[in-house]
């Protein structure tokens, strides 16, 4: 699973592979640990446009489907199994035309040792961004007027498959990675073959999992209030 991660950079620096047309003026700031229900920023691309305009959005971290009566569901959304998808209701439809790419500098992880759980910081050893494979909706909310520009959510979620290599002794889930080649494909809107593209991601997934390297972090990741650049510093001894 993804339950934490990192953004260190924000805007064209962490995201110029993906030729953004657009960014937001309102994109979070660095975050150095992410938790569920969060604002985080998501390339997608906006099939308003011909051809689609490609955005970088701030969304609240935790799927929140149209038909939601709440924002509260989300908070159980934010991660979902990419194998998965075609058979669950909340993530059918925005497999097919709501895909997202979730940028990150790098993720944490618990690897159980005994009755302990350590944290590890998961990243790629170049220091270039990851890639998750997310989907996104827009929900409505009955609660607000028209004219509220909250009045809109747009809200995310990170897919995983079943870790492989040193990830799989950390975890035995992990993010679904995607590779500047795969980025294309999964923004797509007008793709017909949705399930060529989720096999090619989560086949090709595992190529981006052996780039990464991991180490011992501190246990103070695991206070969603720590939130500083020397939580990345590997644990002492």
Not at 10 to 27: A, I, M, N, P, T
Not at 148 to 177: A, Y
Request: hydrophobic share 40%; glycine share 6%.
């Amino acid at each position: 699973m993804c339950g934490r991660f990192v953004v260190a950079e924000v805007g064209s620096e962490l995201v110029g592979v993906l030729r953004v047309d657009v960014e937001s003026d309102d994109l979070p700031e660095p975050s150095y640990n992410i938790a569920p229900t969060s604002r985080v920023a998501i390339v997608l691309d906006s099939a308003k446009t011909d051809p689609p305009t490609r955005r970088l959005e701030p969304a609240r971290w935790g799927l929140v489907p149209a038909w939601a009566k709440d924002l509260s569901i989300g908070a159980r959304a934010f991660n979902a199994r990419a194998e998965e998808l075609e058979d669950k209701p909340m993530f059918r439809r925005a497999l097919e035309k709501r895909r997202a790419i979730v940028p990150a500098s790098g993720y944490y992880e618990w690897k159980k040792a005994g009755d302990q759980k350590i944290p590890h910081y998961i990243h790629p050893a170049d220091g270039s961004p990851l890639f998750f494979a997310g989907l996104y909706e827009w929900w409505k909310d009955p609660t607000k007027p028209d004219d509220d520009p909250d009045k809109w959510v747009l809200s995310f979620t990170i897919l995983t498959r079943d870790s492989i290599g040193n990830l799989g002794s950390i975890h035995d889930r992990m993010p679904l990675f995607l590779d500047v080649d795969h980025a294309d494909a999964w923004l797509d809107t007008a793709t017909d073959n949705v399930r060529d593209v989720l096999d090619a991601a989560i086949d090709a997934a595992p190529a981006v999992a052996d780039t990464l390297d991991n180490y011992v972090v501190s246990k103070a990741v695991g206070n969603v209030r720590n939130n500083y650049p020397e939580l990345l510093e590997p644990a002492e001894e």
